[in-house]
T-cell receptor, first 112, second 111 residues
Framework: DQQVKQNSPSLSVQEGRISILNCDYT??????FLWYKKYPAEGPTFLIS?????DKNEDGRFTVFLNKSAKHLSLHIVPSQPGDSAVYFC???????????FGTGTRLKVLA | NAGVTQTPKFRVLKTGQSMTLLCAQD?????MYWYRQDPGMGLRLIHY???????AKGEVPDGYNVSRLKKQNFLLGLESAAPSQTSVYFC??????????FGPGTRLTVL
């Protein structure tokens, strides 16, 4: 059973516009959430994270929002750039174990 | 600072052959992980380790074994490779509840 879900396998956005990537989770015990970016033939790289005690975290063009009641988080990229084209994974940590649970990823394409 | 390195980068095996994938990190991280990535499946945890000499099973451990004899190394073994183990394998390391640092991956094909 998928505990972390990214229901949009792909997303296309015009350069300069906002990209919004979504992630849902089922386990209310998850307390730390991360976003990773992955280019082809490379390992994922960390982008931004948020603790469950916050509802927003910003880092430059990237903002992550957490809605605990809806068990939903989203990543906003503003403005989107062609170099942002990649696969984005959200992940959640299970405090009862040392595991990170990943979603299936969303492929973002930013069109010039 | 090399970060996380994986050896080899590519490998082709025949069904029934064995091999070991090596992961090394130079960040003094306690935690290390092995994942596999398959199309449409995201990253699935195979095994992980929370310290030297310790290992634990993840979501998809069957057919794999691991060892963490030294803090900086985490080995993933396939004793008898099967075509279902064709995948891209990623190793990662982290501090407790910190961001994970990933290696570049090993692309394995089992014929």
């Amino acid at each position: 059973d998928q505990q972390v879900k990214q229901n949009s396998p792909s997303l296309s956005v015009q350069e300069g516009r906002i990209s919004i990537l979504n992630c849902d989770y089922t386990n209310s015990m998850f307390d730390y959430f991360l976003w990773y970016k992955k280019y082809p033939a490379e390992g994922p790289t960390f982008l931004i994270s948020i603790s469950s005690i916050k509802d927003k975290n910003e880092d430059g063009r990237f903002t992550v929002f957490l809605n605990k009641s809806a068990k939903h988080l989203s990543l906003h990229i503003v403005p989107s750039q062609p170099g942002d084209s990649a696969v984005y994974f959200c992940a959640a940590t299970d405090p009862g174990t040392y595991k990170y649970i990943f979603g299936t990823g969303t492929r973002l394409k930013v069109l010039a | 600072n090399a970060g996380v390195t994986q050896t080899p980068k590519f490998r082709v095996l025949k069904t029934g052959q064995s091999m070991t994938l090596l992961c090394a990190q130079d960040m003094n991280h306690e935690y290390m992980y092995w994942y596999r990535q398959d199309p449409g499946m995201g990253l699935r945890l195979i095994h992980y380790s929370v310290g030297e000499g310790t290992t634990a099973k993840g979501e998809v451990p069957d057919g794999y074994n691991v060892s963490r004899l030294k803090k900086q190394n985490f080995l993933l073994g396939l004793e008898s490779a099967a075509p279902s183990q064709t995948s891209v394998y990623f190793c990662a390391s982290s501090y407790p509840r910190g961001e994970q640092f990933f290696g570049p991956g090993t692309r394995l094909t089992v014929l």
